[in-house]
């Protein structure tokens, strides 16, 4: 983790002194406007926070404790992992991207499922939301953050069976890795379709299927435009918090490329 850099001491003492100034300035101008006073000039500085800027040792000193508890946290093992896993591995699907998928539904769907008694069929994320691999080896929840730095949380859209077929669709056309769970997706060697099944069974155009997806997904990032519209239920779960518990849940990752994303030879 990168640490941020702290203004010193007397870069806060001459703010601080400025905006006295000015509080005082406007006091006085506000007490005495029958006399004209006017206040004529503002004066200030600017320090920029950058490389160049010098650390405070009293300040240092003081964060110190709390770094090291940090650290701690941050650096103890909570799973491991049996091969190293990246996102650019393969192509059109990867072990580190099902492992993000499966985290989602098995982390997602109890909690979905309490509050809606419903259960999720589909699992789709983005490819560029994974930020970092996963090195074969420890696992520790500084993992966690590198692969997943940002707040995005668990949605459930409801898609007709018209908006899934878009987002079928979506995906054959990018022939990018996303994430995917319950999807399967099979193409001939000139990129028609052989297969598509969720859940094991052929699309049902008049069925509403649930999508577990992110916040940002479903406001339309990626151009994944399909999801306007869909009811959505919020679950308060972020992407991170879920491969957090996960990984302190499950002693040994085990992820493969399968074919749930392929073109048949």
Do not use: W
């Not at 406007?26 to 800027?53: E, M």
């Not at 929840?141 to 590198?146: H, K, L, V, W």
């Amino acid at each position: 983790m990168k640490k941020n850099k702290l203004v010193n001491s007397k870069v806060l003492f001459n703010y601080s002194a400025f905006a006295k100034a000015v509080l005082l300035s406007t006091i006085f101008l506000v007490s005495c406007s029958q006399k004209g006073y006017q206040l004529n000039k503002v004066s200030g500085n600017q320090t920029a926070v950058d490389s160049n800027l010098k650390s405070t040792e009293e300040i240092e000193a003081f964060i110190a404790p709390f770094k090291k508890s940090l650290d701690g946290q941050m650096n103890e093992q909570i799973s491991y992992n049996t091969t190293s896993m990246h996102k650019n591995d393969y192509k059109l699907n990867t072990p580190i991207g099902n492992m993000m998928a499966a985290i989602v539904r098995t982390q997602g769907e109890p909690v979905y499922n309490s509050r809606t008694g419903k259960n999720i069929d589909i699992v789709l994320l983005n490819h560029g939301g994974i930020r970092a691999g996963l090195n074969a080896g420890p696992v520790t929840m500084r993992n966690a953050y590198e692969i997943m730095p940002f707040d995005n949380e668990i949605v459930v859209a409801e898609l007709s069976g018209k908006q899934v077929n878009e987002m079928i669709n979506y995906l054959i056309e990018r022939k990018s890795a996303h994430p995917i769970d319950g999807l399967q997706i099979l193409l001939n060697t000139d990129d028609s379709i052989h297969t598509v099944l969720i859940n094991k069974k052929p699309l049902d155009i008049n069925k509403i299927y649930t999508v577990a997806t992110n916040d940002y997904l479903y406001s339309g990032g990626d151009n994944m435009s399909f999801f306007k519209g869909a009811p959505i239920t919020k679950i308060d779960y972020k992407i991170r918090n879920a491969v957090i518990d996960y990984f302190k849940k499950v002693d040994t990752l085990k992820f493969e490329r399968d074919n749930r994303f392929d073109i048949l030879k």
